[in-house]
């Protein structure tokens, strides 16, 4: 399981709303001024939203959480949106090379048309599926991040 800590920035009835602080390895380097990783992490880390839990997980504003997600669902998520559009777009990109070799013209100028309409099915396709988001859960509350008055 993956772990990630956040803070309860909103409670609703059976949802949680959890802002996450990015952990980078940067805070401990010599060299983080000049490091482009550094930089880009913190331009990155600015248009974080809060992340919406369903869970019936007693927390109020402010306590921090310790969330998970399965390692299997992230792997999933990983390959749908990385691994399988490359496979679209190659294969894509193979017919399109077949078919301009069959029908006499240069392969090539098959290829390029070809990856690229496979790679708009690709989006097509995907964009008809329904949304679903990998389940997260909350596995613990901690201590309230500050003091409450």
Partial sequence: ??????EVVAVEPGVLWVQTTPTATCDGCAVRSGCGTGA?????????RPLR???DVPARVGDAVVLGIRERLLLTGSMVVYLLPLLWLLTGAMVGHILAD???GPPDAGAVPGGLLALVAWWVVIGRLPARAPTVHVLEVLAPTEERG
């Fill in 1 to 6: 399981m993956i772990t990630e800590r956040g």
């Fill in 40 to 48: 880009l992490s913190s331009f990155l880390a600015r248009g974080r």
């Fill in 102 to 104: 069959r029908l006499g």
């Fill in 53 to 55: 839990i369903a869970c």
